[in-house]
């Protein structure tokens, strides 16, 4: 599955008119939520038959597709099949009760296969439920017509901060070649440096959140001046909202490049199998590993790794850093320590360098318990 995103062009009555349907949308998920917290033993099917009570109640809500509104209801029960899984596992600390949905900002409905119209160009998109939205002129397309419309299993409005967007989810399998480099890279990601690997190569942090606070601290106290309810707050609030979308997406940009590049010069990629849920905690680091998106980063190795067949391994952390890439004696250290000396073998060497080359030893390792007669990797 690939979801192709562009932007939609239209007037302000359509702009109205898919405000509408976003909004139906919160409610029928809301409300879904709502009927199974005042009933016992609710399952999913249970929510779909609701969204049709839901229509016959509100006639407002009858113009949203049939299939949006079953689509809103999915997205509740995957809140509720989440929060129960985690009560399951007794998963430690909060379990993640779904909660409801009441804030302006992101808003998204969700069509399947019907409500939704391409052009023959592919180049706009006009929807055709109750709300009458009309048709849009898309920006920022990739090649649609490469592929048919029966592949396209989900269209997806979503509004942000500058505007409104189309997603489209196509059923297809994403496979590219990748020629053997012979070269297996373990990888230490951290603070002062985005990331250092096994061959001591460094990729500096770009800390963007840490850059644009100042900005965004000057935009913040701008919105907190203005009279609630007013619009010129939801004027300052949106263009907050515009500068914290301009710092997410730079930060995604820089981490979906940099996965790409490592996979594609590794024929095995070995990382630490990090609970940043757990570190975050840390209320002194919190904001700067918010910042470097180490979960991101690690999402999206994982997922070129799949497309190009490299193997991406996750390794426990512990004692990464304190053990010696020469001869594994454990020298204890402290997070202020950065530099590894070895008090057996008189090893120095980078402390994050010493913990990629851990990294990799444990991911090999892990391969040789795990191969049964012969150790390959074949990508």
Known sequence: MIVFEAKLQGTDGQYQA?????????????????????????????LNKYCAVLAREFKWADKLNSMA???SAERAWSGIARFSDNCKKQVP??????????????????????GWKLSEDRREITFTDGFKAGTFRMWGTRALHYYQVEQI?????????????TQFCIDVERTETHELTGKNVGIDVGLNHFLTDSDGQQIENPRFLRKDEKALKK????VARKKKGSNNRAKARNRLGRKHLKVSRR???????????????????????????????NHHLAKSISDAAWSQFREWLEYFGKVFGVPVIAVPPHFTSQDCSNCGTEVKKTLSTRTHTCSRC??????????????????????????VGHMEINA
């Not at 898919?18 to 249970?46: H, P």
């Not at 299993?153 to 967007?165: F, L, Q």
């Open 69 to 71: 509104r079953q689509a």
């Open 153 to 165: 299993k989900r269209v997806r409005v979503v509004r942000r901060a500058d505007g409104y967007y």
């Open 18 to 46: 898919l405000d509408e349907a976003l909004r139906t949308a919160r409610f029928v998920r809301n409300s879904c939520l709502r009927y199974w917290m005042d009933n016992q033993g609710i399952n999913k099917y249970d």
């Open 251 to 281: 930060r995604k940009d820089f981490v979906v490049k940099t996965a790409r590049c490592v996979v594609q010069s590794s024929d095995l990629v070995a990382i630490e199998d990090l609970k940043v849920r757990n570190m975050v905690k």
């Open 93 to 114: 600390g909060k379990k993640g009760f779904p909660r409801f949905k009441k804030h302006q900002q992101n808003l998204s409905v969700e069509y399947k296969t019907s």
């Open 219 to 222: 935009s913040q106290r701008r």
């Open 346 to 371: 008189g090893h120095i060497q980078d402390r994050d360098w010493n913990a990629a080359i851990n990294i990799l030893k444990k991911a090999l390792q892990y391969l040789a318990k795990n191969t």
